[in-house]
């Protein structure tokens, strides 16, 4: 049985997560040394519910994308609604989404998040979550690996699990831990839904010009664009066609 400090005055590392299935948390974040962590109040964790900031009766939380495609995309106006209530009570967390298309979790992330104040996360469903919210909320974009899940809970079980174990107090030593290589690959094209016109920002034209030979064209410059700012190692992996 781990012996935890008490008594220290220092205030709990915070995890706050906004999901449509708060009923998964804290799952094995409840068990082992990050169990007893959460229970001695090492740090907390707190869950806000999308769907409270949903449309209409039905409490309606996405749309289909801007341009054509399978799948449904999260409304940037309801995400924005459920970040904003979260913040209130925790305004000094970064925010960060979890997303394939994201910088690469690694050990020096972990660290760098554990010495912090803690950390939101926004778990996602569907296809992804309207573009124009990253860039109005200022998002950090998250991956943990080159590979999709269900949805975003179980990355920020990932995310959260890897920090906490860092936090003094938790674990009596520090472990390594593998980082495994990424495979090539172009990262996604960004995403938009209704409104057309949200806080200012339109949805791109081209993708509500119904001309499908450009819209295919726009997300395929764009994903080359995302790729190369973000990701150079998997255009250089893997050459692009």
Same mark, same amino acid.
Request: with cysteine; hydrophobic share 40%.
């Given at each position: ?5 008490? #008594? *220290? $005055? ?8 906004? *999901? =449509? ?5 804290? $799952?094995? =974040? ?18 806000? /519910? ?9 409490? +309606?939380? &996405?749309? *289909? ?31 960060? @989404?979890?997303?394939?298309? #994201? ?5 020096? !992330? ?25 860039? +109005? !909320? ?6 943990? $690996? ?9 990355? +920020? ?21 593998? /980082?495994?290589?990424?495979? #090539? #690959? =172009?990262?996604? @094209?960004?995403? @938009? ?17 119904? &001309?499908? /030979?450009?819209? +295919? ?9 995302? *790729? ?6 998997? =255009? ?6």
């Amino acid at each position: 049985m781990a012996h935890f400090p008490t #008594g *220290t $005055g220092r205030r709990p590392w915070r995890a706050s997560v906004l *999901t =449509l299935f708060p009923e998964m948390f804290p $799952g094995p =974040l409840g068990f082992s040394l990050v169990g007893q962590a959460l229970e001695a109040g090492i740090w907390s964790l707190t869950l806000q /519910q999308i769907r409270e900031s949903g449309i209409g009766r039905h409490r +309606a939380v &996405d749309d *289909t994308p801007a341009g054509g495609g399978a799948g449904m995309v999260m409304r940037a106006d309801v995400l924005a609604d459920a970040i904003d209530r979260a913040r209130v009570p925790n305004p000094d967390l970064p925010l960060i @989404y979890l997303s394939p298309r #994201g910088a690469p979790f690694s050990q020096a !992330r972990a660290h760098a998040l554990s010495e912090g104040p803690g950390v939101m996360l926004l778990a996602g469903r569907f296809e992804g979550i309207d573009e124009r919210l990253i860039e +109005a !909320r200022g998002i950090t974009e998250i991956s943990i $690996g080159d590979y999709v899940l269900s949805g975003g809970e179980l990355a +920020a079980m990932t995310l959260l699990d890897a920090c906490v174990r860092l936090i003094p107090g938790v674990l009596g030593a520090e472990e390594s831990l593998s /980082q495994e290589s990424f495979e #090539g #690959g =172009l990262l996604e @094209y960004p995403q @938009y839904t209704k409104p057309r016109e949200w806080e200012g920002r339109p949805t791109p034209d081209v993708l509500l010009s119904g &001309d499908h /030979q450009k819209i +295919a064209a726009w997300r395929r410059a764009e994903a080359e664009r995302i *790729t190369r700012e973000r990701r150079p190692d998997l =255009l250089r992996s893997k050459p692009t066609r």
